[in-house]
């Protein structure tokens, strides 16, 4: 089984500013790792994956995460945010052996409240 | 990317009556996965739809509350029944779309039940 730690459930941010938002995840197996977001009365969107090669992985709209396998965290960082990144942000993670049979396994989820 | 079309995009209820979501797809995917995400909360599965199976449900959901309907490859309902308030949720469903898109959800329907 999986599980997923969100460290942070809200974190807010000033406009141009850096951020991080926190991911740990506990598996027993080689793991996919995620991240989504939502915006607010919308669906999930991917942000970016992490499958295999370099543990830098680059996103959509200027995020990148991290994956320390040592650490089991997938950090997920936007070096200036903007205010249209307001939006709840989702960790998952999925088995590797059997991607695309199995559920994904989320984090609680981080608020990121972007101040002007 | 897949493009998952799901209706209704929310709808007031009134308890004790029924709920019928749908999802389109426009691919054809074997497996459909159905979440709830509670008001302020993360996503929870509910139920596995594969195309020609019985759904498998987590567990703390069960077929007479949540029936799924997953009659071909592109094309799945998830019926709420018999609701109740503490059932005002977001519904999603979701396709693995391979390695390269990850997993696809649809843009959730917003139920409230008065």
């Known amino acids: 089984a999986q599980s997923v730690t969100q460290l942070d459930s809200q974190v807010p941010v000033f406009e141009e500013a850096p951020v991080e938002l926190r991911c740990n995840y506990s598996s027993s197996v080689s793991v996919y790792l995620f991240w989504y977001v939502q915006y607010p009365n919308q669906g999930l969107q991917l942000l970016l994956k992490y499958l295999s090669g370099s543990t830098l992985v680059k996103g959509i709209n200027g995020f990148e995460a991290e994956f320390n396998k040592s650490q089991t965290s997938f950090h997920l960082r936007k070096p200036s945010v903007h205010i249209s990144d307001t939006a709840e942000y989702f960790c998952a993670v999925t088995p590797r052996s059997n991607f695309g049979n199995e559920k994904l396994t989320f984090g609680t989820g981080t608020r990121l409240t972007i101040i002007p | 990317s897949a493009v998952i079309s799901q209706k209704p995009s929310r709808d007031i209820c009134q308890r004790g009556t029924s709920l019928t979501i749908q999802c389109q797809v426009d691919?054809?995917?074997?497996?459909m996965f159905w979440y709830r995400q509670q008001p302020g909360q993360s996503l929870t599965l509910i139920a596995t739809a594969n195309q020609g199976s019985e759904a498998t449900y987590e567990s703390g959901f069960v077929i007479d509350k949540f029936p799924i309907s997953r009659p071909n490859l592109t094309f799945s309902t998830l019926t709420v029944s018999n609701m109740s308030p503490e059932d005002s949720s977001i519904y999603l469903c979701?396709?693995?779309?391979?390695?390269?898109?990850?997993?696809?959800f649809g843009s959730g329907t917003r139920l409230t039940v008065v």
């Open positions: 979701s396709v693995p779309r391979g390695q390269v898109y990850g997993y696809t």
């Open positions: 691919s054809q995917v074997t497996m």
